[in-house]
């Protein structure tokens, strides 16, 4: 019904943007924020000797996921619904918001790519004037591509063919496995785990990209 659908949405929204938060503060500048604990839950900052407004600088996508997953089991609990249908209806949806976030991350010269020579390279002019892999709308049109792989899925089998689970185990393989190459072509933005060659959103999508393929392994077939 529509008031159930409000329901859980206000549930997803809330875990969304709480978990996202909650793992960029503490997994990506814990430094800081254990010494501003008030930043990581309001949108100001403390400069010279005087709180103001200072906006949201930080949501990662790792942790709205967490956060999302959160949010609809204690859903699921409550209301006494099927925890894994409801994580299918929003694993369908999820690369298309992911796709627009990017863009819109590309609109506001972030997550910068690294230099290029190749024509495909943009210049984001209100940062310099070197020509970049546009990272984020490499990742916008595979987004848009999973989606639509994942809307023709279900289109053709819907949900009887499949055991609930197994369009979350493709958009998490699908969403990790691109997120952990795409990084390579990107500007360092996040702290590497000492000798390793991946930074901390790259080796928190492995156990995505894990438990993706154990979910399409065993949700795979029929109920």
Request: proline fraction near 5%; charge should be positive.
């Amino acid at each position: 019904s529509q008031t159930e659908t409000q329901s859980y949405l206000l549930y997803a929204f809330v875990g969304i943007v709480v978990g996202a938060r909650l793992f960029h503060c503490l997994l990506y500048d814990p430094n800081y924020y254990l010494g501003h604990p008030i930043e990581m839950f309001l949108p100001v900052e403390y400069v010279d000797d005087k709180w103001r407004f200072g906006g949201f600088w930080g949501l990662a996508s790792h942790g709205g996921v967490v956060g999302l997953m959160v949010a609809l089991l204690i859903y699921s609990y409550r209301h006494k619904v099927a925890y894994l249908r409801l994580c299918d209806i929003f694993a369908i949806a999820t690369p298309l918001t992911g796709a627009f976030i990017r863009l819109g991350n590309l609109m506001n010269s972030e997550i910068l790519g690294r230099a290029t020579d190749l024509p495909i390279g943009f210049v984001f002019a209100r940062i310099d004037a070197v020509p970049r892999h546009p990272a984020t709308l490499y990742e916008a049109l595979w987004y848009f591509i999973l989606f639509a792989m994942l809307a023709f899925i279900y289109k053709r089998y819907g949900f009887g063919k499949f055991k609930d689970g197994f369009y979350t185990g493709i958009a998490f393989v699908g969403v990790a496995l691109f997120r952990l190459f795409i990084e390579f072509l990107k500007e360092p933005q996040e702290n590497y785990i000492h000798s390793l060659p991946l930074n901390v959103g790259q080796l928190l999508s492995i156990p995505f990209i894990f438990a993706g393929i154990v979910m399409i392994w065993v949700y795979g077939k029929k109920p």
